[in-house]
């Protein structure tokens, strides 16, 4: 396979990983959005961003694969505004091998919401 093909293959994987991730955060939230504490923590976070934030992130291994422009929604969910190859200055670095386990296990993570790595909103948004 040539290495045109081959980057093409892994950026496929790559969104497909991720984007599946945001799949799991989202239902994890829906499952757990009326239980203490996590409801609290939702409308804490959603007061303090507004609805105009936008959150950089990246899902690398050795480098940036895909770059994504994320936005939480008033309804408490996280939406794809866009992606690009083209990475800006301040992004939140995603590791592939942790989605990839996320994604293989989501019932652990929808259950258990607190085992997700929700850093990219506490540390990018304060």
């Known amino acids: 396979m040539n290495n045109s093909v081959r980057n093409t293959v892994d950026e496929a994987e790559y969104e497909r990983v991720f984007e599946r991730y ?7 939230i829906e499952k757990n959005k009326d239980k203490f504490p996590y409801n609290e923590i939702w409308k804490a976070r959603w ?8 959150l950089q992130c990246a899902v690398y291994d050795d480098r940036p694969k895909v770059i994504y422009s994320l936005q939480l929604t008033e309804d408490m969910k ?8 083209v990475p800006p200055e301040d992004i939140w670095p995603f590791k592939f091998s942790y989605l990839k386990h996320v994604v293989e296990n989501p019932e652990d993570y929808i259950q258990h919401p607190a085992n997700l790595d929700w850093g990219w909103l506490t540390g990018v948004f304060g």
Do not use: P, Y
Not at 22 to 28: E, K, P, T
Not at 47 to 54: C, Y
């Open 22 to 28: 945001l799949d799991i955060c989202n239902q994890a």
């Open 47 to 54: 007061k303090n961003l507004g609805a105009n934030t936008i």
């Open 78 to 85: 996280i939406k794809i505004l866009k992606k690009t190859n």
